[in-house]
């Protein structure tokens, strides 16, 4: 599709112009505490573009960390049920980094599994997303060994490129593509290509990712499901599930009927963690995944390896979060590294 | 470094104990590290980075930890009243662990960060701290650093809230509580929530709504604080560990200063001393009680 341009000002009008329409915009911006966080932005000086990864990712926006289902209550000698709207309004999210963009969609495919989540599919329905192409890689990040990287557009409407005075537009996906022509006055021509390329290649760097390409993991988890290492790794876990809450993937949840009085009350749903002892935990008291390292075994093994196998891509986009998140000090990518190495060593060697 | 180093060798090669938790570089910044071999205790570090406490890896939930055998810990003067917490509410025989002790000159907030001690990346606990060298350990190793910086931004914010409008503070704390996913992360980094079952997860009856509106949180935080009120040995580990930021240290720190001008406790590593919940006074201020 024709990439375009727009400029500082023209973005800045076209906020404008959705929010007087009674659209809402989302776009990482400053909470009190001075972090990002994807928040409603009335005006684009509000929004932070390319300041790098949100406090939570995207997800929240799409699977909330709680939202009802429906609603009961007594009716006589029955019960009776409230569902809750599955359609949602306009949205647009301004701003998402490359890594959370691609999360959301990676999430499509278990959504649209074994039934069609209509919460989730509402909301994607009406939301537009536009990246804005990254530039705050840090150590933490391996988004390139996932498949993505800072100009990725999976996940993306539209992708926002910086160039001078504004940014280049590239159009990904019809919804973007008529996002752009509702919104036509206020996008510019065709951009520069080589001014594009060389803002790409800037981006783009030389840098070197803290893992390499994950095929070969992917493969060793198929059948090491029992090994040694899995002990040796998440000795200094906690077992918290920060990791699990910051993911742009992690998707778990739990499923409460909260009464509200005697007569009636709400069917929510909640994000829960695989890191949790009591997320496995059998109502007989036994539980099948009794120590810590099983359960990050479980996460390693849902993220490289039985989501690969179901839906055929990686249930991470490499955002790097956990590692962030992470109290005990656990790092992802040395994990997979570790992984990878034992990978690459001989049959019966140190594997 | 070298005197740690040496003795944790010791302590593994003669066989005292099995595993030796202290602090290791790792590839961002310090990090808990497990020494089982005593040819590895060379990796063991402990400078201002070592904010953690390693005190919960001796949690009886810690269940993949004590596979390990027989531990020894590293401890900060501030980390060994965590293990005195443990040792007075029964949850480890002090015989069962041997505890290493650091003099302390103060820790920065984030142990992955690159920047040195300073008034501005200074741990919120350390400043005006008095347990910079710990009683409750069986060795204590290295030089006693220079004291942290003095001023506590902790209790000026405290101070501040308090000066508050009700109507603000409210409002400053639905903020806060407010993005809380109650991932439980502060409750499973910290060495005083040991409870096999905690109220929140307990669903007959649901004292605490595990959903995280603000009904929720505040009933979480709410209960969470006053089960810690003269119990927090105040280590910081369940800030550290939220991952949405919520500031937990001013409630802790807050309900640390009634329970001193209560009770006239102060966290302590001495495990004979009892916690204001865990002992009856004839002469118990209640004039709080209705």
Redesign the interface.
């Given at each position: 599709m024709n990439a375009r341009t727009i400029t500082h000002a023209q973005l800045a009008a076209l906020v404008t112009d959705l929010v007087a329409a009674g659209t809402a915009v989302t776009a990482p911006a400053r909470?009190?505490?001075g972090?990002l966080?994807y928040r409603h932005v009335a005006r684009l000086e509000d929004a932070v573009l390319g300041g790098g990864l949100p406090?939570?990712s995207l997800k929240a926006l799409f699977l909330p960390?709680?939202e009802p289902l429906f609603s009961f209550r007594l009716s006589g000698p029955d019960v009776a049920i409230d569902s809750v709207p599955t359609s949602f309004p306009p949205h647009v999210v301004l701003g998402a980094v490359p890594c959370d963009a691609a999360g959301v969609q990676a999430l499509d495919k278990v959504m649209d599994w074994d039934y069609r989540d209509e919460l989730w599919f509402g909301r994607r329905e009406a939301t537009t997303i536009v990246s804005v192409a990254c530039s705050s890689r840090d150590?933490?990040c391996f988004c390139g060994a996932t498949g993505g990287g800072p100009t990725a557009t999976r996940g993306a409407d539209l992708l926002l490129v910086p160039l001078e005075g504004g940014f280049a537009v590239e159009v990904v996906t019809p919804k973007g593509e008529a996002f752009v022509a509702v919104h036509e006055e206020r996008f510019g021509s065709a951009p520069n290509e080589a001014d594009v390329a060389r803002s790409r290649a800037t981006l783009t760097g030389s840098r070197v990712e803290?893992v390499a390409p994950l095929a070969p993991v992917t493969a060793w988890l198929a059948d090491h499901f029992e090994d040694p290492l899995w002990?040796d790794v998440?000795?200094?876990c906690?077992?918290?599930?920060?990791?699990?809450?910051?993911c742009p993937t992690c998707h778990c949840f739990?499923i409460?009927d909260?009464p509200e009085g005697v007569t009636h009350g709400t069917r929510?749903r909640?994000?829960d963690?695989c890191q949790?002892?009591?997320f496995t935990l059998h109502a007989s008291g036994h539980n099948p995944r009794?120590?810590?390292?099983v359960r990050f075994r479980q996460r390693v093994m849902h993220k490289f390896s039985i989501y690969p196998a179901r839906f055929g891509e990686l249930l991470c986009t490499g955002c790097g979060r956990c590692?962030?998140?992470c109290?005990?000090?656990m790092?992802l990518?040395?994990v997979l590294r570790t992984i990878a190495e034992r990978a690459a060593a001989p049959a019966g060697g140190a594997a | 470094m070298r005197e740690l180093r040496d003795l944790a060798a010791k302590l593994l090669s003669e066989g005292t104990v099995q595993v030796v938790i202290g602090w290791e570089d790792?590839?961002?910044?310090?990090?808990?590290?497990?020494v089982t071999d005593p040819a590895a205790a060379r990796n063991l570090v402990f400078d201002e980075r070592c904010t953690?406490n390693l005190v919960?890896?001796l949690s009886p939930?810690?269940?993949?930890?004590a596979?390990?055998g027989r531990p020894a810990v590293v401890v900060k003067g501030c980390d060994a009243r965590a293990v005195a917490g443990l040792v007075r509410e029964t949850q480890l025989k002090r015989e069962d662990v041997v505890v290493i002790g650091v003099r302390c000159g103060g820790v920065v907030a984030d142990?992955?960060s690159l920047e040195a001690l300073s008034p501005a990346t200074v741990a919120d606990r350390c400043p005006g701290c008095t347990a910079r060298e710990p009683h409750l350990a069986d060795h204590v190793v290295g030089e006693l650093p220079p004291p942290p910086p003095a001023e506590s931004r902790r209790d000026a914010r405290i101070a501040e809230l308090e000066a508050m409008a009700p109507q603000a503070r409210w409002t400053?704390w639905q903020?806060?509580l407010g993005?809380c996913?109650?991932?439980?992360?502060c409750?499973?980094?910290c060495p005083m929530c040991f409870c096999e079952r905690c109220v929140a997860?307990k669903t007959q009856p649901?004292w605490v709504?595990?959903?995280?509106?603000p009904r929720?949180n505040f009933a979480w935080h709410v209960t969470r604080a006053l089960h810690q009120a003269g119990r927090c040995i105040d280590c910081g580990?369940c800030e550290?560990?939220?991952?949405?930021?919520i500031?937990l240290g001013l409630l802790n720190r807050k309900l640390a200063q009634v329970a001193s001008e209560q009770f006239g406790h102060v966290p302590t590593d001495d495990p004979a001393v009892p916690s204001p919940v865990g002992a009856f006074k004839k002469d118990d201020p209640q004039e709080f009680i209705l």
């Amino acid at each position: 599709m024709n990439a375009r341009t727009i400029t500082h000002a023209q973005l800045a009008a076209l906020v404008t112009d959705l929010v007087a329409a009674g659209t809402a915009v989302t776009a990482p911006a400053r909470a009190a505490d001075g972090r990002l966080d994807y928040r409603h932005v009335a005006r684009l000086e509000d929004a932070v573009l390319g300041g790098g990864l949100p406090r939570l990712s995207l997800k929240a926006l799409f699977l909330p960390p709680t939202e009802p289902l429906f609603s009961f209550r007594l009716s006589g000698p029955d019960v009776a049920i409230d569902s809750v709207p599955t359609s949602f309004p306009p949205h647009v999210v301004l701003g998402a980094v490359p890594c959370d963009a691609a999360g959301v969609q990676a999430l499509d495919k278990v959504m649209d599994w074994d039934y069609r989540d209509e919460l989730w599919f509402g909301r994607r329905e009406a939301t537009t997303i536009v990246s804005v192409a990254c530039s705050s890689r840090d150590e933490a990040c391996f988004c390139g060994a996932t498949g993505g990287g800072p100009t990725a557009t999976r996940g993306a409407d539209l992708l926002l490129v910086p160039l001078e005075g504004g940014f280049a537009v590239e159009v990904v996906t019809p919804k973007g593509e008529a996002f752009v022509a509702v919104h036509e006055e206020r996008f510019g021509s065709a951009p520069n290509e080589a001014d594009v390329a060389r803002s790409r290649a800037t981006l783009t760097g030389s840098r070197v990712e803290p893992v390499a390409p994950l095929a070969p993991v992917t493969a060793w988890l198929a059948d090491h499901f029992e090994d040694p290492l899995w002990a040796d790794v998440a000795l200094r876990c906690h077992g918290c599930g920060a990791c699990a809450s910051v993911c742009p993937t992690c998707h778990c949840f739990d499923i409460v009927d909260e009464p509200e009085g005697v007569t009636h009350g709400t069917r929510r749903r909640n994000w829960d963690t695989c890191q949790a002892g009591r997320f496995t935990l059998h109502a007989s008291g036994h539980n099948p995944r009794a120590d810590q390292h099983v359960r990050f075994r479980q996460r390693v093994m849902h993220k490289f390896s039985i989501y690969p196998a179901r839906f055929g891509e990686l249930l991470c986009t490499g955002c790097g979060r956990c590692s962030r998140a992470c109290p005990g000090g656990m790092d992802l990518p040395e994990v997979l590294r570790t992984i990878a190495e034992r990978a690459a060593a001989p049959a019966g060697g140190a594997a | 470094m070298r005197e740690l180093r040496d003795l944790a060798a010791k302590l593994l090669s003669e066989g005292t104990v099995q595993v030796v938790i202290g602090w290791e570089d790792g590839p961002r910044g310090v990090r808990p590290a497990f020494v089982t071999d005593p040819a590895a205790a060379r990796n063991l570090v402990f400078d201002e980075r070592c904010t953690q406490n390693l005190v919960p890896y001796l949690s009886p939930r810690r269940a993949h930890v004590a596979k390990l055998g027989r531990p020894a810990v590293v401890v900060k003067g501030c980390d060994a009243r965590a293990v005195a917490g443990l040792v007075r509410e029964t949850q480890l025989k002090r015989e069962d662990v041997v505890v290493i002790g650091v003099r302390c000159g103060g820790v920065v907030a984030d142990p992955s960060s690159l920047e040195a001690l300073s008034p501005a990346t200074v741990a919120d606990r350390c400043p005006g701290c008095t347990a910079r060298e710990p009683h409750l350990a069986d060795h204590v190793v290295g030089e006693l650093p220079p004291p942290p910086p003095a001023e506590s931004r902790r209790d000026a914010r405290i101070a501040e809230l308090e000066a508050m409008a009700p109507q603000a503070r409210w409002t400053f704390w639905q903020e806060e509580l407010g993005r809380c996913v109650r991932c439980h992360a502060c409750r499973e980094a910290c060495p005083m929530c040991f409870c096999e079952r905690c109220v929140a997860d307990k669903t007959q009856p649901q004292w605490v709504e595990s959903s995280p509106h603000p009904r929720g949180n505040f009933a979480w935080h709410v209960t969470r604080a006053l089960h810690q009120a003269g119990r927090c040995i105040d280590c910081g580990e369940c800030e550290r560990a939220c991952p949405v930021g919520i500031p937990l240290g001013l409630l802790n720190r807050k309900l640390a200063q009634v329970a001193s001008e209560q009770f006239g406790h102060v966290p302590t590593d001495d495990p004979a001393v009892p916690s204001p919940v865990g002992a009856f006074k004839k002469d118990d201020p209640q004039e709080f009680i209705l």
